[in-house]
């Protein structure tokens, strides 16, 4: 039973287009399980049917034709029921509709499976038997397998299909992601990539062919030559048979091998890069397609050897990334290297395949108020290359190839957008209060660095995290005590008379360092934050003096340690804070008196934490709530991980709890607790957090102005009375949806949404 499931997949992955997949599918069927009909019908949202896409069996001329309602006959059913369905004779099934142009009147034995994608029914396939018999459980579950296989495939060429010029105004051509950074974006898709991925490489056409032709000349004998003096230092240390693995690379590579099919697509006018991704793909299927256990794991050598020939091939067609005005950057894995590395002044939006709305990309986008669209899982990457796009970061949506009335109104929400963030910055000097003057203080979020005039233009009172990790990401070795002095002393004297809370080093999960490698299964709960300095504290020592050092002089330092989850871990670190502090009041000598003990707090992001708040308090100043992470763990959700996303939300009643229980023990324990995370950059999100007690947020400076308008359109009642109502609604969506009524009763719905 494996193996023939085995060798329907790769029959379908081998398949060209989504149509020849459907095809290859109910032939296949048809042969694994002896049945007589095989039949696929796919969903259209558009017109709520259910369409034969494909059979074997049945009249094939009413392919594309036929057509049934999602709640007409067994096929509606099993749609509905979202689960298989069987019976010996479907004539007699009470759902029965007739079709007379499907002549299926010989058939009785039905049995029919959904194919569902993350919820959706993507359709049904079905399998038909002319003798009056109920198909055996083996039958159905073979066919339940193959269903939840074959959904991610069909999905994926689903949208593929979606990319093909020649469907014109045919298709929609949406894409739905993760909202990641507020506003709208017209522009053209450029891919980028790194170096050594093929099967990140875009499709790009050329019309420099010989050119083409010349660099991946080059890069086939550079490659040889490699190989040559790998075999060369590894003569000797390995036997001839692991040996003879380097002499087959360089047959692959030969002249009538692999450059030379490489070589034959480029002449039909492809870029050279994309045409060793065409052909590798090509070779991979056909490994991976192979019985012996040994031949398919060969696909891995095939894959290594490409690689390498594209590392070489791109040193020499690589340029740095040369950005045109109105640019939106795609990637598989958009970093906030690579925002380093662009010219910003010419990108107008940025799309990440993977990521979230809180990964460091997304919280730099957000920052430099780029909008950007995270996870968007099945976005076909090597499709997408000078194709104009939309996208909408408010809604977490990616329009491809869009017609001209979509972006004609896309263009109106565009300008009404610019409109209103000029009316915003109108109101960057005012103080930020509620309507009845009841003070919030709103701070924001840095990490490369922060133009502090910019920051105090908008009406920043200081900066409530900054992330130290930055630095350390940025270079190929741990920062001296020096170099850190440096940046540490510029960040408190920029924002000298406003509080500066400098988090401790957090890296481990989604942050690693080069020259640091974390390597574990499961990284969100390994380690990472405090566990880290602790267990190395020549790392945290050298930071803690560094940080003491750059703020002699001035009194606006506060210190946050991040992931504190045991009062073990906080005496720790706080004994590792008076050590340094003692060193470096010794090293000063009489130059000490103007070095003053920070306040001393903790980024409050696990449930652990928030179980323990009376006891840690104890021992501290302030307490920051790191919502991005604390929703994280409260919902046991994977933040990273797209097939989970729609639980990551912040307006989870859970959620939602817990924040109301932080505020409350703050309030008993008189500590101001502040919110950090992403949650407090959301218009709605702020209003919510005001209402439950919490009087400072930080976030990101492109977030400031909107939470500060939010926030003076309402009174301080009318704010926690807001929260008391919450507690009525039951779904994350439903706690959204009012908050959206109540800011659009006030005339602030251009804050959470394109247009006015």
Known sequence: MLEQ???????????????????????????ALKVESCSIYLADYQFHQ???????????????????????????????????????????????????EANEDPFNAFLGVPIIHQRKVLGIIIIQQCEARDFERDEETFLITLAAQLSSILSLSELSDLFDEHNGERFSRTLPGVAA???VAIG????????????????RKTDDIDGELEKLGKAVIATHRQLEKMSRRMKGKVSEQELSLFNAYQQILGSKGLGAEVEMVVREGYWAATALRKVIQKHLNEFKQMEDPYLRERANDIEDLANRVLAQLLKTSYKPKVIEPNTIVVAENFTAAMMAELSLKDV???????????????????????????GLEACPLTRVDGKQLILDGYNGQLYVSPNQTLVSQYQQLLEEDRQLLEDIRKEDNLPCQTKDGQRIALMINSSLGTDSNRARQTGADGIGLYRTEIPFMQLEQFPSEDVQACIYRDLLQDFRGLPVTIRTLDIGGDKQLDYFPIEEENPFLGWRGIRVTLDHPEI????????????VGFDNLKLAL??????????????LIQQAFEEVKEELGDDCSSLQKPLIGIILETPAAVFQLRTLAKNIDFISVGTNDL???TMAVDRNNLRVKNLYNHFQPAVIQMLKQVACECQNLAVKPQICGEMAADPLGAILLIGMGFKELSMNIGSLGKVKRAISRFSLEELNQLAEDISQFETASAIRSHLLKIVEQRGLGGLVRAGN
């Open 5 to 31: 499931l085995r060798s329907v997949t790769q029959a379908v992955s081998l398949a060209d287009g989504q149509q020849q997949k459907l095809d290859v599918i109910v032939q296949q069927v048809c042969q």
């Open 50 to 100: 259910y369409v034969l896409m494909a059979t074997r069996g049945l009249n094939p001329d009413g392919v594309g034709q036929i057509r049934l309602g999602f709640n007409e006959g067994i096929v509606g059913l099993v749609g509905q029921r979202e689960e298989p369905i069987r019976t010996s004779c479907a004539k007699e099934h009470p759902a029965f509709r007739y079709i007379e």
């Open 181 to 183: 950074s507020d506003g």
């Open 188 to 203: 053209t898709a450029r891919v980028i990539f790194p170096l050594e991925n093929i099967h990140s490489i875009p499709d």
């Open 348 to 374: 107008v939006g940025v799309v990440s395949i993977k990521g979230s709305s809180t990964s460091h990309a997304a919280i730099l986008a957000k920052a430099l108020g780029v909008p950007a669209i995270m």
């Open 540 to 551: 945290f020592l050298v930071q803690l003096r560094a940080i003491f050092k750059a703020s």
């Open 562 to 575: 991040p992931m504190v989850s045991t009062n073990e871990e906080l005496k720790e670190s706080l004994r």
């Open 631 to 633: 929703i994280q763990y």
